[in-house]
Nanobody
């Protein structure tokens, strides 16, 4: 199972970006998915999560600005980021909880990350 995140880049404060993450490989099901971020010198932190049933959970620092969504048919996860702030600069990682075979336990898989830089 591989996760590939994309969509990062340089954006001015107040701007928008849309991150995408695609899961590929052989697996039975993808359950919860999430976006995390890690800023320089800081620990990785949860940005937003989305369960397979559609429940969402957002970190307080992105509520009202970011929206997480997924396309199960395409094994895609998205993060729409609006009203970006300087402090949103970080590498953004996607994570998926995957069951590879129906008899397997679920495991977490991580993408390599995509850099978002907010700067004027």
């Amino acid at each position: 199972v591989q996760l590939q995140a994309s969509g990062g880049g340089l954006v001015q404060p107040g701007g928008s970006l849309r991150l995408s993450c695609v899961a590929s490989g052989s697996f039975f099901s993808i359950n919860d998915m999430a976006w995390y971020r890690q800023a320089p010198g800081k620990e990785r932190e949860l940005v937003a999560a989305l369960t397979s049933s559609g429940s969402t959970n957002y970190a307080d620092f992105v509520k009202g600005r970011f929206t997480i969504s997924r396309d199960n048919a395409k094994n895609m996860l998205y993060l729409q980021m609006n009203s970006l702030k300087l402090e949103d600069t970080a590498v953004y990682y996607c994570k998926a909880r995957v069951r590879r075979m129906f008899w397997d336990h679920e495991m977490d898989y991580w993408g390599k990350g995509t850099l978002v830089t907010v700067s004027s």
